[in-house]
């Protein structure tokens, strides 16, 4: 299948490069052109583990990069949208992007299309497009469908060959059957990855649904562990074995349940705050989704109040953070739960003296921090060498394995506060730290 994907943001381009790797023809557009130039070097403009290796491997006719929109679609059947739809200042969807790429279909396109929707859009959204392009060019013969993304950055690759399912709303079955078509290979019986993906077909706003209730249901899975380890903190219970014996539970599901310093990421503050809005303006009080927001807001400052007292019982003002991305295997820091811990912190006492270090994020968190007095070091042992706290921030492999002699060694920190719980106590202890983490006294 001839396949046009718009945007070559983390959703595009994996997609684009997966649907190349599981036999199609893609062409990847975006208007940035050095984002292109790169591309067709060969080279990735994000970090995305197993990308570049992936695309290396695909037959260079499957898959091309351009800044032509129109080029691409002379050729194509299906043009997937998966250009950015950030949030506006009143916490609703921009979907300016999405608007601006239908009329440029609208006005490039001689053939049938089958306009997909990957982008994260509020529902009813598919149906403004089509209405759009009916508008600019009353000609043109299309269908329009919804087809949400369920990839996480870090793991976007087995996500997308792995899937649990793929999801699409339609108005038909033409627009069905191409889709599934696509989607064969990694569908349950596929030849791609475990294909074992589950292909559900359902109207269109049910789709564009799924996705917001799908991340509003794994955000809340978080705040609720994470109030459970605020109660264990306060009765003397151990969060992690509570995590791991609900998990046990299959009604539950054992993910999701990793107790932190709150979620953060592009997607989940965005969309929770998009879909409540949506809500609140069609009479309706997502009130459980709401408090999941507010849980999240409260942990954050939560988490700065925690440093800032364990900083005064140290009589000490030197933090290191080991880990500024919003999650481990991404060098993403947008809403960072680190990177807001560090605001709060720097607001509530600003002589407190800072140093960073993550294994892939620094580049992006001295844009974010740049107005605050924060210190570098990409090597985690010479970050922490004048210390008197050093706070895990973000469960990377590398901190769950960071050899606690040498860091004892090179550190004056007396103790370590981990807000992934991705440490062993015991070791921790034994190397001569005082070890704090999240949800065990
Ligand atoms: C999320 C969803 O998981 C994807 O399914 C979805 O496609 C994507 O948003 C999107 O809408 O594009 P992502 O933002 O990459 O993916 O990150 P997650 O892995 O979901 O993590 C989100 C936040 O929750 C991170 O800050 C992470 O550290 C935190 N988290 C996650 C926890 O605190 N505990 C957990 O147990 C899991």
Same mark, same amino acid.
């Given at each position: 299948?001839?396949?046009?994907?718009?945007?070559?943001?983390?959703?595009?381009?994996?997609?684009?490069?997966?649907?190349?790797?599981?036999?199609?023809?893609?062409?990847?557009?975006?208007?940035?052109?050095?984002?292109?130039?790169?591309?067709?070097?060969?080279?990735?403009?994000?970090?995305?583990?197993?990308?570049?290796?992936?695309?290396?491997?695909?037959?260079? %006719?499957?898959?091309?990069?351009?800044?032509?929109?129109?080029?691409?679609?002379?050729?194509?059947?299906?043009?997937?949208?998966?250009?950015?739809?950030?949030?506006?200042?009143?916490?609703?969807?921009?979907?300016?992007?999405?608007f601006? *790429?239908?009329?440029?279909?609208?006005? %490039? %396109?001689?053939?049938?299309?089958?306009?997909?929707?990957?982008?994260?859009?509020?529902?009813?959204?598919?149906?403004?497009?089509?209405?759009?392009?009916?508008?600019?060019?009353?000609?043109?013969?299309?269908?329009?469908?919804?087809?949400?993304?369920?990839?996480?950055?870090?793991?976007?690759?087995?996500d997308?060959?792995?899937?649990?399912?793929?999801?699409?709303?339609t108005?038909?079955?033409?627009?069905?059957?191409?889709?599934?078509?696509?989607?064969?290979?990694?569908?349950?019986?596929?030849?791609?990855?475990?294909?074992?993906?589950?292909?559900?077909?359902?109207?269109?706003?049910?789709?564009?649904?799924?996705?917001?209730?799908?991340?509003?249901?794994? *955000?809340?899975?978080?705040?609720? &562990?994470?109030?459970?380890?605020?109660?264990?903190?306060?009765?003397?219970?151990n969060?992690?074995?509570?995590?791991?014996?609900?998990?046990?539970?299959?009604?539950?599901?054992?993910?999701?349940?990793?107790?932190?310093p709150?979620?953060?990421?592009?997607?989940?503050?965005?969309?929770?705050?998009a879909?409540?809005?949506?809500?609140?303006?069609?009479?309706?009080?997502?009130?459980?989704?709401?408090?999941?927001?507010?849980?999240?807001?409260?942990?954050?400052k939560?988490?700065?109040?925690?440093?800032?007292?364990?900083?005064?019982?140290?009589?000490?003002?030197?933090?290191?953070?080991?880990?500024?991305?919003?999650?481990?295997?991404?060098?993403?820091?947008?809403?960072?739960?680190?990177?807001?811990?560090?605001?709060?912190?720097?607001?509530l006492?600003?002589?407190?003296?800072?140093?960073?270090?993550?294994?892939? *994020?620094?580049?992006?968190?001295?844009?974010?921090?740049r107005?605050?007095?924060?210190?570098?070091?990409?090597?985690?042992?010479?970050?922490?060498?004048?210390?008197?706290?050093?706070?895990?921030?973000?469960e990377?492999?590398?901190?769950?394995?960071?050899?606690?002699?040498?860091?004892?060694?090179?550190?004056? *920190?007396?103790?370590?506060l981990?807000?992934?719980?991705?440490?062993?106590a015991?070791?921790?202890?034994?190397?001569?730290?005082?070890?704090?983490?999240?949800? &065990?006294?």
């Amino acid at each position: 299948m001839k396949i046009t994907v718009l945007g070559t943001g983390y959703v595009g381009l994996v997609s684009g490069v997966c649907f190349a790797a599981i036999g199609h023809d893609v062409t990847c557009v975006d208007i940035d052109d050095s984002k292109i130039s790169l591309l067709q070097g060969g080279e990735i403009p994000i970090y995305e583990p197993g990308l570049s290796e992936l695309l290396a491997k695909i037959n260079k %006719s499957s898959i091309n990069f351009t800044s032509n929109l129109s080029l691409a679609l002379h050729e194509c059947e299906v043009i997937f949208l998966a250009v950015g739809t950030p949030e506006g200042e009143d916490g609703v969807a921009d979907l300016s992007f999405i608007f601006e *790429a239908a009329k440029q279909i609208a006005r %490039s %396109s001689t053939s049938y299309k089958l306009v997909v929707t990957k982008s994260t859009v509020p529902p009813g959204t598919n149906f403004k497009i089509r209405d759009l392009i009916r508008r600019e060019n009353s000609n043109i013969e299309f269908d329009i469908a919804s087809n949400p993304e369920f990839l996480r950055e870090g793991c976007a690759i087995s996500d997308f060959m792995e899937a649990d399912r793929v999801v699409i709303g339609t108005e038909n079955k033409r627009a069905e059957d191409v889709l599934k078509s696509i989607y064969t290979p990694i569908l349950n019986g596929g030849r791609f990855g475990s294909g074992k993906a589950k292909f559900l077909a359902t109207d269109i706003i049910t789709a564009e649904l799924i996705k917001y209730a799908s991340n509003s249901f794994l *955000a809340a899975k978080i705040c609720f &562990i994470n109030e459970m380890a605020d109660l264990c903190e306060i009765v003397g219970g151990n969060v992690n074995e509570l995590s791991y014996a609900i998990g046990l539970d299959k009604r539950i599901g054992d993910k999701f349940l990793n107790p932190g310093p709150g979620f953060g990421g592009s997607c989940f503050p965005k969309d929770i705050n998009a879909i409540v809005n949506f809500a609140k303006s069609n009479n309706c009080h997502l009130s459980i989704i709401e408090s999941t927001l507010k849980s999240n807001d409260h942990r954050i400052k939560k988490m700065a109040r925690r440093v800032l007292s364990k900083l005064d019982s140290l009589g000490g003002k030197k933090i290191t953070f080991l880990g500024l991305a919003f999650k481990g295997g991404t060098d993403d820091v947008r809403c960072s739960p680190s990177i807001q811990i560090i605001t709060v912190l720097l607001q509530l006492d600003n002589t407190i003296k800072i140093m960073a270090s993550d294994v892939c *994020a620094i580049e992006g968190a001295k844009i974010a921090l740049r107005d605050l007095p924060v210190k570098f070091e990409a090597d985690m042992y010479l970050a922490c060498a004048d210390a008197d706290l050093i706070i895990i921030a973000t469960e990377w492999e590398d901190y769950g394995k960071i050899d606690l002699l040498k860091l004892r060694e090179s550190t004056k *920190a007396s103790t370590i506060l981990d807000l992934r719980n991705v440490l062993n106590a015991k070791e921790v202890r034994s190397a001569g730290f005082v070890y704090k983490c999240i949800g &065990i006294t």
